[in-house]
């Protein structure tokens, strides 16, 4: 079997994941979705709906279920570029859900 064959065939690696970058890249982009960036977290109209932080150079991520006051937090670990990619578009939808519901 040649290396091709053994990463699916297609011929390169990945590179590693950074979670430092990552972090910043997800700030940025919570940044843009106009959240509020205070005290570790990220807040939609004073009500928390994002926390990150770096751990073990794993990503930790949090997301509110739901928009409140006292939220409950979906727990992830984003250890790769297509998790930070799922989490951030995850949190997108729930944005649009949010909008609609008020």
């Known amino acids: 079997m040649s290396s091709a064959e053994d990463d699916g065939?297609?011929?390169?690696?990945?590179?590693?994941?950074?979670?430092?970058?990552?972090?910043?890249q997800l700030q940025r982009g919570l940044r843009d979705l106009k959240l509020a960036e205070r005290h570790g977290g990220f807040d939609l109209r004073g009500k928390r709906v994002a926390e990150l932080r770096v751990a073990d150079s794993v990503?930790?991520?949090r997301l509110a279920r739901k928009l409140a006051l006292t939220p409950e937090f979906d727990v992830s670990q984003i250890k790769t570029a297509a998790e930070q990619r799922k989490?951030?578009?995850d949190l997108k939808k729930r944005l649009a859900r949010w909008d609609t519901e008020d």
């Open 59 to 61: 990503l930790h991520a």
């Open 9 to 24: 065939g297609i011929g390169f690696a990945p590179p590693p994941f950074n979670a430092q970058a990552a972090l910043q």
């Open 87 to 89: 989490w951030l578009d």
